[in-house]
């Protein structure tokens, strides 16, 4: 199997991959995972540069796969050529709309932002959990670890906001998609 290099896009994505590599909720082997010089099962680098500098002048004999987890489509990584001839993959994980969505499923407040009138609309998942649900440290490291202490419940928040939201489109991966079965 492959090694996996979990790039996240923020902290509350970082969190998630933490708490379900922790938990051994994640289809990859924690044997697997890429760590990060301070032993993080992932890394905020997005960018190619950054992400060939810190991970790629190490050799993966089984190969490596770049698991970017964004809540948008974050358009090509384009390796530099030398390592575009290694064995890398690259695989997008889509948290559509946003990873906050998860907190609306958990607070079962995800039907309420759904149906939000004309004039909230331009409010994301996160500035509807800190307007609606005064979780005004919804962003903050320390508020989502103590959130998501509990990996079952992420698990379950996952696969519900998956089936709510109809999963991803066009075929794109989720973090359902990184979970046990």
Known sequence: ???VLFSCEGTAECV???????????????????HDMDGNPCTSYRSA???QREFLGIDYPNGLL?????DSNPGKLLLDRPY???????????????????????ENALDCFNKRPTSERQLSASDWCKQKLK???????AFLEGYWNDADELVRCIREATSKLGGNKN?????IDLLKR
Do not use: W
């Open 171 to 175: 075929d794109q991966l989720g973090l």
């Open 66 to 70: 770049i698991a970017r987890i964004v």
């Open 1 to 3: 199997m492959r090694n």
């Open 16 to 34: 998630v991959i933490e708490h379900l590599e922790e938990a051994g909720k994640l289809i990859v082997p924690a044997c697997n995972i890429v």
């Open 84 to 106: 575009r001839l290694r064995d890398i993959k690259i695989y997008d994980f889509i948290t559509r709309p946003e990873i906050e969505v998860l907190i609306l499923v958990r």
């Open 135 to 141: 979780m005004s440290e919804v962003k903050s490291r």
């Open 49 to 51: 540069k950054d992400i």
